[in-house]
T-cell receptor, first 123, second 112 residues
Framework: GAVVSQHPSRVICKSGTSVKIECRSLDFQATTMFWYRQFPKQSLMLMATSNEGSKATYEQGVEKDKFLINHASLTLSTLTVTSAHPEDSSFYIC???????????????????FGPGTRLTVL | GENVEQHPSTLSVQEGDSAVIKCTYSDSASNYFPWYKQELGKRPQLIIDIRSNVGEKKDQRIAVTLNKTAKHFSLHITETQPEDSAVYFCAASGGSNYKLTFGKGTLLTVNP
């Protein structure tokens, strides 16, 4: 099956520093990866869509200058939380997408495989 | 954009009973409806999914039904076990939008 890894699994940093999180698809190539944030007892909230070789697409309300996304290869996307603050403490989860069916038709759909998540704590 | 509503937010059942979680969606173009199980601090795990050309799908104790006309889909877990206790999320995607939109989740507790 499709395997997605994420590194680090847990990070504690001081306020004002930057943290980089890596998301890798280990056994398949993913032109599209997604970054989610999950606060305690809440659902997954999509932050941005990461596209290989092009700029990420950010959801409304997500600051692109604060959450830098780089999708440099078909197996790696990185999320950098810049100038982190305590309110950025959260569980960050990536997913990598595989496509099924013929693109653009009603038979096409996408399956997402999730990474194990990164617990970020900003002191 | 797509909006997914999920109910109930919490569900407590006795071991061996059935559990049902319901979701509605708003975008008629959505054609893919996965269900995820998430244990505390872990990644969401896909447990079953259904596409809009199918009305029902079953995998052992888990089944999902889809009513495309009414735009709702449900997860059914039979003969529940304590290890089924977790948060369950429904999601929807499809059409021109490949993003997954998640429901708010259901905390299922199976009491021994």
């Amino acid at each position: 099956g499709a395997v997605v890894s994420q590194h680090p699994s847990r990070v504690i940093c001081k306020s004002g520093t930057s943290v980089k999180i890596e998301c890798r698809s280990l056994d398949f190539q993913a032109t599209t990866m997604f970054w989610y944030r999950q606060f305690p007892k809440q659902s997954l909230m999509l932050m941005a869509t990461s596209n290989e070789g092009s700029k990420a697409t950010y959801e409304q309300g997500v600051e692109k200058d604060k959450f830098l996304i780089n999708h440099a290869s078909l197996t790696l996307s990185t999320l950098t939380v810049t100038s982190a603050h305590p309110e950025d403490s959260s569980f960050y989860i990536c997913s990598a997408q595989t496509n099924h069916g013929t693109s653009g038709t009603s038979s096409s759909y996408n399956e997402q495989f999730f990474g194990p998540g990164t617990r970020l704590t900003v002191l | 954009g797509e909006n997914v509503e999920q109910h109930p937010s919490t569900l407590s059942v006795q071991e061996g009973d059935s559990a049902v979680i319901k979701c509605t969606y708003s975008d008629s173009a959505s054609n893919y409806f996965p269900w995820y199980k998430q244990e505390l601090g872990k990644r969401p795990q896909l447990i079953i999914d259904i596409r809009s050309n199918v009305g029902e799908k079953k995998d052992q104790r888990i089944a999902v039904t889809l009513n495309k006309t009414a735009k709702h889909f449900s997860l059914h877990i039979t003969e529940t076990q304590p290890e089924d206790s977790a948060v369950y999320f429904c999601a929807a995607s499809g059409g021109s939008n490949y993003k997954l939109t998640f429901g708010k989740g259901t905390l299922l507790t199976v009491n021994p």
